[in-house]
């Protein structure tokens, strides 16, 4: 979708209005079902339902100028307009049904099965823009001007990309014997892939412009995704003599925008002239602004339960998993001035992002048999996240040699600015009941883990440049990112029998909270500056570099764990809990002058600032208890384990 003007010349009396608007939108649901029940001397009841989605959208949508021909652009005024929405409305169902049931014959056995996915993807690139406006390369004030007005010159660039996905599962299986055995297996998988990659740049390039107003460029761009992500299975088995049952449930997540691991496909936005003069009558204003958001919800829940006139066995395991990744270039710059510099009122460039994900990831699973000989349960519960944010947020006059310059009275201002938060919650539980008239056995494990990684850029600076403020000069760079991360195991495991019971559980949580490190534990380097390298400065006010940094994880991480074994004879328990949290903050915030250029720094007050606040609050717990019942033995063992390691190693 585009709105262009190439290689021609415009003499308009009015004004020059380009605008290109794009809106795209999916909106799709897809579900299936499945049921098999069968009965009879040996009975088999087989079902499955799987269902899966596909959603792009890829447009590129410009208003642009590219060449002036002979004549130049004259207009009282020029305004260019790129905008995009798009919308990714995409839910996936899918749910099973297997039910078996012999009521005189050997087996009853039941197999459900459930799948859901769902891929969802957005890559839009958005621009609007002023390119090869030159006019005819001389400094006739006339012909050698590309672009003039007597008004206001705008070049905007607008993106609003957003996705909501919801992918669910469901299974059940039961089988029931009245002779030898019920056997159920179900399982239950849901997962979903969700991607937003755009670029927003709105620009000058290699041109020559006069206004007679205000000369504003501005990006902006806002992306949201919206993830639930569930999974559920049951089975239940009953026999005569043997009841079996086994039950699984995954739910998976993968949510990004832009690209953390390949540079060419972060998304941008970006506000800057390259390459280009300006006179402007009145103020310069070029600003890029992002606001990227995920939010993730994923549940696991397995449930198995078996019963037999000798046996009851049941195995349930559930794993959910969630990985959102934000990474963004949020720019607004000056690199080159033409051959006849940048001149205006007043000039501010703007670079600001706000980037949030908020994760909660959660798995449940339960095992429960009874026997009349034989009871054994065991149960796993598995939740997993990944949280990362890498962002560079850019303002900065870059190879103006010509010079930079607002008139008497006009400030000159760079400002930086990124709001970054994750904020984590990952929850793990499981249960384990076995109880047999001879023998019961319950295990039972759990474990959460979460890793959230912040890594930022966050710079105000001028470089290789002459810059002559009209009162002020301003550069200024801030950083306020925190991390919120609770994380929880609980395990329990229940053994009961007439001779023997045994009870074992373990329960883990590990938190990895790092603010300028990777997720390996590695120096990433972030930094927040604001300065002056090999340029001259003049301003008849105040030259004022500040670069601030606020830096904040709160993390609790708790594991608990109960094991209890009973039996007539002898009862036996094992419980351990473990908990490991590491929180790190290494920033580098600076604020300097280096490197004077050609005409020295000149100001009426200096002001150069550099203030960093970090915290970390981290609370670590780990719970366990074993308790052994036995009428000639009884015994237990309980270990519980708490490690947190914080540092902060900023350099200022």
């Known amino acids: 979708v585009q709105a262009y003007i190439e290689n021609s010349s415009v003499n308009a009396a009015g004004a020059l209005t380009q605008t290109a608007t794009a809106n795209q939108d999916i909106d799709v649901a897809v579900g299936a079902g499945s049921v098999a029940a069968s009965g009879g001397n040996n009975a088999l009841g087989l079902s499955g339902a799987g269902v899966q989605t596909s959603n792009r959208i890829s447009e590129k949508i410009g208003a642009y100028i590219d060449g002036d021909g002979n004549g130049g652009i004259r207009a009282s005024s020029v305004s260019l307009t790129a905008n995009d929405t798009s919308k990714i409305d995409a839910d996936a169902g899918a749910a099973s049904i297997a ?12 197999l459900s099965v459930a799948v859901a996915l ?11 823009y002023i390119k090869g406006a030159d006019g005819d390369g001389t400094t006739n004030p006339t012909t050698g001007m590309g672009v003039r007005t007597s008004g206001a010159i705008t070049v905007q660039a607008f993106e609003d990309a957003d996705i909501d996905a919801l992918a669910v599962a469901a299974s059940l299986a039961v089988g029931v014997s009245g002779g030898t055995a019920g056997i159920a297996v179900s399982g239950a998988g849901a997962a979903a892939d969700n991607r937003i990659v755009t670029k927003t740049n709105a620009y000058v390039q290699d041109s020559r412009l006069e206004s007679g107003g205000l000369v504003d460029i501005t990006a902006e761009n806002t992306s949201l995704i919206d993830a639930t992500i569930v999974a559920a299975s049951a089975s239940v088995g009953v026999g005569n003599t043997v009841g079996a049952a086994v039950s699984i449930g995954a739910a998976l997540a ?9 540079t060419a496909n972060r998304s941008e936005v970006q506000a800057y002239v390259q390459d280009s003069s300006i006179n402007a009558g009145g103020a310069l204003t070029q600003t890029a602004t992002a606001n990227q958001t995920i939010n993730a919800f994923v549940l696991a829940g397995s449930a198995a339960v078996a019963a037999g006139g000798t046996g009851g066995i049941a195995a349930s395991g559930s794993g959910s998993s969630a990985d959102n990744r934000i990474a963004i270039d949020v720019k607004s710059y000056i690199d080159g001035d033409g051959g006849y510099g940048i001149v205006a009122d007043s000039i501010k460039l703007d670079a600001k992002d706000i980037s949030s994900i908020t994760a909660d990831v959660a798995a449940a699973s339960l095992a429960g048999s009874v026997g009349g000989t034989l009871g054994g349960s065991v149960s796993v519960g598995v939740s997993l996240a990944r949280n990362e944010i890498r962002n560079r947020v850019e303002s900065y006059v870059l190879n103006a040699d010509d010079g930079v310059t607002a008139r008497n009275g006009g400030n000159i201002e760079l400002t930086a600015t990124e709001d970054a938060t994750i904020d984590a919650f990952s929850v793990a539980a499981s249960l384990a009941v076995g109880v047999g008239g001879t023998f019961g056995g319950g295990i039972s494990g759990a474990g959460a883990e979460a890793t959230n990684v912040i890594v930022n850029g966050v710079n105000a600076y001028v470089q290789d440049s002459r810059v002559a403020g009209g009162a002020d000069v301003i550069l200024d760079a801030s950083d306020d990112s925190s991390i919120t991360a609770t994380i929880v195991a609980a395990s329990a495991g229940v053994g009961a029998g007439g001779t023997g019971g045994v009870g074992a559980s373990i329960g883990a949580a590990v938190a990895h909270n790092f603010v300028g490190f990777n997720a390996d534990g590695t120096d990433a380097l972030s930094e927040v500056k604001a300065y002056i390298q090999d340029s001259s400065v003049s301003t008849p006010g105040q030259l004022k570099q500040s670069a601030k940094s606020t830096q904040k994880i709160d993390a609790i991480v708790i594991a608990g764990s109960a094991a209890i074994g009973a039996g007539g004879t002898a009862g036996l328990a094992a419980s351990g809990a473990g908990v490991y949290a590491e929180n790190l903050i290494g920033v580098n915030v600076k604020s300097y002058i280096d490197g004077d250029g050609d005409s020295g720094i000149q100001a009426g007050d200096l002001l150069i600032t550099a203030d960093d606040s970090a915290a970390i609050s981290a609370i670590a717990g780990a ?24 540092e902060i190693g900023n350099v200022v």
């Open 99 to 110: 039910a078996a049931v012999s009521t005189s014959g050997n087996v009853g056995a039941a």
């Open 118 to 128: 769902a891929e969802n993807d957005i890559n839009n690139v958005v621009e609007s």
């Open 254 to 262: 993968q949510n990004t925008i832009g690209d953390t691991e390949n």
């Open 623 to 646: 719970a366990s208890l074993a308790a052994a019942l036995g009428g000639t033995v009884g015994a237990s063992v309980s270990v519980g384990i708490a490690l947190a390691d914080n």
